[in-house]
């Protein structure tokens, strides 16, 4: 075989026109891969392309807090397997975080340590170092439960701090109660919270909260004071001081949707102008539905009354998930029932700002795959259109990540049901997204591949039309550098551009070659000289444009004369004969015979530096058949010769 010397650059990268994220592997970076499980991850945006994530994690036996940073090229920037940020004694269970908007990040926990369960903050700066007090400040230690919901417990105050909200079991039925914490880590309300609506009667929980614009905070619940075994969903603002600004003629809030039967599980956003935009899941027809509803900064609902129909077919509808569109109105995403007993699918709507659907009725199917899609997530592209991503048993055997992008016009633009964001070994699951800033988004989830459970993450590209080039990689062997690539484009690749250039000077088209969606595209460059390095890049052309690969450089190995064994040897008829010059110049390769009698002349001529094969069909240099017998080849160039012995048998 011959000698391969190579000098490899390879690596996974998705191409936007503006943005490259050059780190990111298949099936996702790991952010955390220690012993024990790694759990329920969340993320927060840091501003510049990246996010943080937090989760809940076993390695010291009961559940601590941890957390890492990731920039916008997949690169870990905290401790390897993530900075610890609650090690007390007893379990912490990660629950909520949001970027404090000065490069940090606050989040927040349930916290055992005391015998029940309390909430305790942090705040992480830049480099991942806590900035409050060790393992966190209390929010929360009143008696009794206090519990939060992963669907938003936690809003920036817009100075720095956060306001934090709660279902509290201090007193009997349960309340919703609120604090804010400055950035010094300094409770600004009263001590462990203001009960957001105090004196209603009946149960309330499951409190979800945004920033109202001016550091105080609208806060939306479930609340069972108007029903016997249902909910209502009920709103309330509280000023920066935490004073109630809704008050109904009481300090109760608003009904939001007070319609029969019950009403579960909101998700809010702000709506940019004081209020916000509600989504729930509503029993009101006896099955399980979508609604969503718009509030104004003074509490007025301003669409149709107890809300307008997202999703009212038949089938179960739940797990809904908001998102602004970034034009006042909403992105809203769902597992649907409607297509099986037994299974979900997912499907997606868009609302303006009025309320009106803008998308098909009951919204655009996302993914509709065999098997189970479940616990969809949602965030902007900044233009109107959505990213999507889900856990998916569609591999009947475990779950997957899985994701899909969604124009503004309600159009799936990916692979019908999405493409895999990770779909290897084990289980993928519990995801989490947040967009990235420059019309992407980022996922993460938990990831049993290794056996137990740990943190993977990864980037989803902006741009369905964007060429994806997977791998791009340059080796040397014998004076030719070969390139290799990988890559897809959901216009169709419509071509390939090769450029070269000497290491760190300009680059040059030197080749085009045409390539297929999803085919691998391969090219050799003799036109090399051994010992010179050489920098190559390929621009891969759709109809969106062209897009490029980061440079790779490689340097040709130096060369010997090298006259290596034939093959087949024995032979018969034919042999082949490979042999390997380090110059341009003449080649000499003749046959001999056992009394060192010339019988044929393979070759006499000039030839390039390189790898050459040649090939003798057992013939003379009169064209006549030879004898079996002991043969012998000779290869002589640059005044050195090489000789090999060969069988010829019959």
């Known amino acids: 075989m011959p000698h391969h010397h190579a000098l490899r650059a390879s690596f996974w990268l998705w191409l936007l026109p503006t943005v490259t994220h050059a780190e990111w592997m298949p099936n996702g970076i790991p952010l955390c891969h220690r012993d024990a499980n790694q759990y329920v991850p969340f993320m927060a945006s840091d501003g510049a392309g990246g996010f943080v994530v937090v989760w809940q994690d076993f390695r010291n036996g009961d559940g601590d807090v941890y957390a890492q940073k990731v920039n916008a090229s997949g690169d870990v920037q905290w401790t390897a397997d993530g900075v610890a940020v609650c090690t007390a004694a007893a379990a912490q269970s990660a629950n909520g975080l949001v970027a404090d908007g000065t490069g940090g990040t606050i989040l927040v926990w349930v916290d055992a340590r005391s015998g029940s369960y309390d909430l305790y903050a942090q705040r992480l700066g830049t480099n991942g170092v806590p900035q409050w007090s060790a393992n966190g400040v209390a929010v929360c230690t009143a008696t009794g439960n206090q519990s939060i919901t992963f669907r938003g417990c936690i809003a920036a105050d817009g100075a720095g701090g956060a306001i934090v909200v709660w279902t509290d079991l201090r007193t009997a039925p349960a309340r919703i109660y609120a604090q804010r914490i400055n950035g010094q880590g300094v409770a600004q309300w009263t001590a462990n919270g203001v009960p957001v609506s105090p004196s209603a009667t009946g149960a309330q929980s499951d409190a979800v909260v945004v920033p109202d614009g001016a550091s105080g905070a609208l806060i939306a619940w479930h ?6 075994g249902g909910n209502d969903i009920y709103a309330q603002r509280l000023n920066a001081a935490g004073t109630a600004q809704w008050m109904n003629g009481a300090d109760n809030g608003i009904a939001v949707c007070a319609v029969a039967q019950s009403q579960d599980r909101p998700v809010i956003v702000s709506d940019r102008a004081g209020g916000f935009i509600a989504a729930w899941e509503d029993a009101r027809d006896f099955g399980r539905d979508i609604f969503a509803q718009r509030v104004n900064a003074a509490g007025a609902r301003l ?11 038949s089938g179960l509808q739940n797990q809904v998930r908001i998102a602004e569109d970034g034009a006042g109105g ?8 409607r297509n099986t007993a037994v299974d979900y699918d997912v499907y997606a709507q868009r609302l303006n700002s009025s309320g009106t659907p803008l998308w098909a009725a009951n919204g655009v199917p996302v993914c509709v795959n065999a098997l189970r899609q479940e616990e969809p997530k949602i965030v902007t592209d900044g233009a109107g259109g959505a990213f999507v991503s889900w856990f998916d048993q569609r591999n009947a055997l475990n ?3 899985y994701s899909q ?3 503004s016009s309600g159009k799936p633009l990916w692979t019908l049901d999405g493409v895999a964001t990770s779909a290897t070994d084990g289980d993928q699951v519990v995801t989490t997204l947040v967009p990235d800033g420059t019309g992407g988004a980022l996922c993460a989830w938990s990831d049993s591949r290794g056996g137990d459970y740990d943190v993977y993450a990864q980037f989803v590209t902006g741009s369905p039309n964007a060429v994806a080039i997977m791998s791009f990689e340059a080796t040397t062997h014998d004076g030719v550098v070969e390139l290799r690539s990988r890559f897809r484009s959901d216009l169709g690749v419509q071509g390939v551009n090769i450029y070269r250039g000497a290491k760190g000077g300009p680059l040059a088209p030197i080749a085009r070659g045409g390539a297929g969606e999803g085919r691998e595209f391969g090219y050799e460059d003799a036109t090399v000289q051994p010992g010179e390095w050489y920098d190559y890049q390929i621009g891969v052309s759709d109809a969106d444009g062209e897009f490029f690969s980061p440079i790779v450089s490689v340097r040709v190995d130096e060369m010997t004369l090298r006259l290596e064994q034939n093959r087949p040897n024995p032979f018969n008829p034919s042999t082949t004969i490979r042999f390997v010059i380090p110059k341009q110049g003449h080649v000499l390769l003749a046959i001999y015979d056992a009394n060192g009698a010339i019988v044929r002349t393979i070759l006499d001529a000039d030839n390039p530096h390189g790898a050459h094969e040649v090939q003798w069909d057992g013939r003379d240099d009169r064209g006549t058949v030879v004898g079996s017998g002991v043969y012998f080849y000779r290869l002589t160039a640059e005044s050195r010769s090489e000789t090999k012995k060969m069988i010829l048998v019959k």
Do not use: P
Request: avoid cysteine; charged fraction near 15%.
């Open 223 to 228: 609340d069972s004071r108007a029903q016997i």
């Open 303 to 313: 669409w149709t009354a107890n809300g307008v129909g997202v999703a009212t077919g």
């Open 330 to 337: 909403v992105l809203l995403v769902w597992q649907d029932g």
């Open 399 to 401: 779950w997957d990540t």
């Open 405 to 407: 992008y969604v124009n």
